[in-house]
């Protein structure tokens, strides 16, 4: 069993910053993929961000690219997305989510989700 909690959701003005964090725990990580989510209201959940455990690499969602970096914190079992240049169209609650790859998690078959933080960017 996967516990994730998220972390550092807010509200910010377009053009501003902000920092999600989600802490694992319950098992090692040896191999797994780690990833965000958003759903916005009214609309299904989408992919933002997914990285390996092992190796880093990533993968984006065009909407976001260049705007938002994944990364990992193999010691602290924390994965962080850090989010710039926000827009409106950004707001969603964020979910973070494990899977047993970073390719699982870029299809969406999702092993754990996180219970979400809020974003909201105003203009």
């Known amino acids: 069993q996967v516990q994730l909690v998220e972390s550092g959701g807010g509200l910010v003005q377009a053009g501003g910053s902000l920092r999600l964090s989600c802490a694992a725990s319950?098992?090692?990580?040896?191999?797994?993929?780690l990833g965000w989510f958003r759903q916005a209201p009214g609309k299904e959940r989408e992919f933002v961000a997914a990285i390996s455990w092992r190796g880093g690499n990533t993968d984006y969602a065009d909407s976001v690219k260049g705007r938002f970096t994944i990364s990992r914190d193999n010691a602290r079992n924390t994965v962080y997305l850090q989010m710039n240049s926000l827009k409106p169209e950004d707001t969603a609650v964020y979910y973070c989510?494990?899977?047993?790859?970073?390719?699982?998690?870029?299809?969406?078959?999702?092993?754990?989700w996180g219970q979400g933080t809020q974003v909201t960017v105003s203009s």
């Open positions: 319950g098992r090692t990580f040896s191999t797994f993929g």
């Open positions: 989510a494990v899977s047993r790859s970073r390719a699982d998690v870029r299809l969406g078959t999702i092993d754990y």
